[in-house]
């Protein structure tokens, strides 16, 4: 470095001479001695026109400086990106969830994820623990456990709840809390974690639906009230009140954006009506669904500093196994900013029998195997749960007891020949039980429609009234569940509308379209 800075102010003028800027033109010096000193102005103009146009020049520059800071400022937001999620790959626990297993499952296309909800209570504050009914012992098992596909050309998600009362049949393997050598036996499905942790839970899972895993996920309470405070809220829809004395839910019909304390007790409730884990399931499905809908509509996903502060809420206390890491959270990241509500599908596993006695273990929910098995060859195939279906009508709204269940009697309370009939059609069309058989009103002259109803069957009313918009309830005890409508003369039309909770005794698959708010 010395040698170099003490030759450069010691050159000569000898020695600098042969470097002059040279002319722009190497040949134009020699024909000036000559006797046309200038040559003809026919050629010279056109020759710098066409050679070296000054405007011309600096359109080019100006538009390469233009695309190149674009390129910059890509490369560096990128760079930004994978730095940051480097940065917290390497701080997340990790699990060998997959240690010296063998006879697994064949790989499918795609990538499946096993998403389980621990129950991690202990790391809650004791204020929170108060206001959000987190009492008791940690149960060191699993509360949530789904299967995550995502379809090999990242365009969709396919999620599959799995009950955690499942009747379940576990390899042999050691007790990790008590080092006990265990047999193959029969246990709850949320169990195996318990006595194996995240590796049985793999085992257990890929023996009962022979899907290979290829990663294994687990969130705790903390990291998911993290998440949703991060990200704002989640907003969620209920057509009816929602109330667990249990979690402490307390909702009121309507959409309400729950923090992650409340999307906590959202999720966690199996009191507010009697479907139980199959209801909280679906409830979990519907939250997942909004937080999707909230994440991809929200920028998040293409901001890196918005990116870093959710994955940081989502990893700062999550398990996963050593493959999990920065490529896969990038390549998930990349997949969801193409995602939209109708892009992520849900269901449960179909159930044969809901109140499977086991000796020893109690009730347990046995699986439907021909039903199951179709379902997670779907996923081994990379192929769509649901088929493919209409967007939802515009005027479509929930209800909070399905059609089905409903029983209406028709009366045309107008002169008007036919109305009767043609409001039987629309109802029966939406999945009203009418009797098919309209009759004419006493008093023929009814301007608006009114719906007469037992007091008892009040959310049956209520349903019936959100298809026909505008009209009247009116009470009448003792009629019991058949409820009467008379037609007006303002009747154009029934509105469409479907049960809040799909659930009815089956195992539907439903996208994300089809639960979030609208």
Known sequence: MALRCSRIPTFTPAEVSPLPTPPRSPARPQPRPQSRPQPPRSRRPPERSTVRPPVRRKKPRWAMRVVTTISVVVLASAGIGHAVVTSLGEGIARVDPFKDMKNRPAGGHGMNVLLVGTDGRDKITEEERRKYRLGGAPCHCTDTMMIVHIAADRKRASVVSLPRDSYAEVPAHTDQTTGAEHGPHQLKLNAAYAEGGPQLTVRTVENMTHVKIDHYLEVDFTSFMR???????????????????????????????????????????????????????????????????????????????????????????????QGFGTDELLDLGRAMRNFS?????????????????????????????????????????????????????????????????????????????????????ALAATGFRTTGHPVNAQDRGARHSVIVYDP????????????????????VKGRGPLLKVIAGADFKEVTRVRVQDPYQGETRVVTGDQVVCT
């Open 227 to 321: 998440t949703v405070d991060v990200l704002g809220g989640v907003s969620i829809c209920t057509a009816g009140p929602l109330k667990d004395s249990y979690t402490g839910l307390d909702l009121t019909a309507g959409t309400h954006t729950l923090s992650g304390g409340q999307a906590l007790q959202y999720v966690r409730s199996r009191h507010v009506d009697g479907a139980s884990d199959i209801g909280r399931m679906q409830r979990q499905q519907r939250f997942l669904a909004a937080l999707i809908e909230r994440a991809t509509s929200s920028g998040v996903l293409l901001n890196p500093m918005k990116f870093r502060d959710v994955t940081r809420a989502v990893l700062g206390s999550v398990r996963a196994d």
């Open 341 to 425: 509500p109708s892009s992520s599908e849900f269901t449960t596993v179909p159930i044969g029998q809901m109140a499977y006695a086991v000796k020893g273990i109690g009730s347990t929910l046995k699986w439907d195997d021909n039903k199951a098995g179709a379902l997670f060859q779907s996923l081994r195939d990379d192929k769509p749960l649901a088929p493919p279906h209409k967007v939802a009508h515009a005027k479509t709204v929930r209800v909070e007891v399905d059609p089905k269940q409903i029983q209406v009697q028709v009366e045309n309370g107008t002169p008007t020949d036919g109305l009767g009939k043609r409001m039987d059609s």
């Open 456 to 475: 008892r069957w009040d959310r049956s009313a209520k349903s019936l009234a959100a298809a026909l918009p505008g009209s009247e309830l009116r009470e």
